[in-house]
Each structure stands twice: as C-alpha cells, then as structure tokens.
C-alpha cells in the first residue's frame, strides 16, 4: 500500500537557522511524483515543488531546496536562512497509485515554528 | 491564470442539519476535480474525485455526498450533518490524473 511518513511532527529552530523536513514514502509503483506543498495559518496548500521518479537531481529554488535519493525513498525539503514567513505546516505528497483512487498520498506533516 | 474559489469560507451547523459547499475553478476546461477533509488540522483524507460532469467516485463511506453538474463546479452536500463532519474541507483541481493538484482557500465547518 502506498504511504507517506513524515516522522517530524513539529520543528521549532530560530529565525536564520537551516532546517531540514524529512520525508520517506512507500509505493509499489515504478514511476510516479512526489510534491512538496505548505500550508500557513491562514489553511490553504500552496504547492511548492513536484519532482518526477526518474528525475534525482537536487533542486534548488531560492532558500529551499530538495533532496531526492530514490535508493532511501527519501525526498527531504531543505530551507536555507529561515524566516518566520516560513512558519506553516508543510506536506509530502506522493501520486496516486497506477489504478488507484485518483487522490494524493500525504503525510501527516511537519509543524514549522521559526522563532523570531 | 487558474483560480480556484470555495464558498463559505465558515460555517458553523448543528448537528442534523443538511450541508452545500460550493467549489468552482476558473481559467481551465475539464479539470480532474476533488474533495479532501483535513480534520484536527493534521492529515488530508480524500473523499471524492471526479474526472468529468455527473462523474463522481466516492473514497471514504459516509454521510456526504458530491455532484458536479456543470465542467468546473464540484459540490460536497449532506443531507444531515454529524458532529464526525467537524473539519477543513479542500477543493482542488489538476489537469489530469498524477498532475499537480492545486488547492482553494478552504471550508472551515464546525457541527454543533
């Protein structure tokens, strides 16, 4: 069955630290998307990043950056000299499986506090 | 450019009462379209996806039901709301199948 395991269920770091928000996944597909989506206060996901299976090169995008190593199923995000803008809860998504309900996969998320 | 609007933004019902949102997409044609529920503010739970007009597929048995009676409209309703129904409700839209979904404001729905 397919899943998403964010085992980080909050993260507190002050403001200007790097932080790192793990992301594991399982899914018995060979081809597929992984996404990256935020979720402020305010409760709408903004979509940051989809990153195709074939694909493992590094992304960089400003102060984020992701990191995705297929041998771990891993696909970590990465923000760089971090702003209290950045506070949310922040999503892994993982693609419908082939045949499957046509919903993503999410983890549960990650709470980030950036202190001021 | 896309958007994505939902109506009401809250709303708070008492328990037994029937229920519409509302959710309609602008700037694109026969978009994939769908309903997630976010509960305790943690974890999206797919209820409904429909990929064209009067085509709805159901994830998660329960009291709701969807419809979408026009190519960019997609409905959630009840008939009578349980205090289980309390959540955040999301729409949202992808070209097709595995595309990037993008997601509305949200429907904050509080069953008293």
């Known amino acids: 069955a397919q899943k998403v395991t964010q085992a980080q269920t909050e993260i507190s770091v002050v403001e200007k630290e790097d932080v790192t928000l793990d992301c594991v996944y399982e899914?018995?597909?060979?081809?597929?998307?992984l996404f990256w989506y935020k979720q402020p206060p305010s409760g709408e996901l903004v979509f940051l990043i989809r990153?195709?299976?074939?694909?493992?090169q590094n992304e960089i995008s400003g102060r984020y950056s992701w990191n995705f190593q297929k041998s771990t199923s891993s696909f970590n995000f990465t923000i760089t000299a971090s702003q209290v803008v950045d506070s949310a809860v922040y999503f892994c998504a993982l693609t419908p499986p082939g045949g499957g309900a046509d919903g993503l996969t999410f983890g549960k998320g990650t709470h980030l506090i950036i202190q001021p | 450019s896309q958007t994505i609007h939902q109506w009401p933004a809250t709303l708070v019902q008492p328990v037994g009462s029937p229920l519409s949102l509302e959710c309609t997409v602008e700037?694109?044609?026969?978009?994939?379209l769908y309903w997630y529920r976010q509960a305790a503010g943690r974890g999206l739970q797919l209820l409904f996806y429909?990929?064209?007009?009067?085509?709805i597929s159901s994830e998660v048995p329960q009291n709701l039901s969807a419809s979408r009676p026009q190519d960019r409209q997609f409905i959630l309703s009840s008939k009578k709301l349980l205090l289980s129904d309390s959540g955040f409700y999301l729409c949202?839209?992808?070209?097709?199948?595995?595309?990037?979904?993008?997601f509305g404001p949200g429907t904050r729905l509080l069953v008293l």
């Open positions: 899914t018995r597909d060979t081809t597929y998307y």
């Open positions: 429909s990929v064209g007009i009067g085509q």
């Open positions: 990153r195709n299976s074939f694909d493992e």
């Open positions: 949202a839209w992808s070209v097709r199948r595995a595309e990037t979904q993008y």
């Open positions: 700037g694109t044609s026969n978009p994939n």
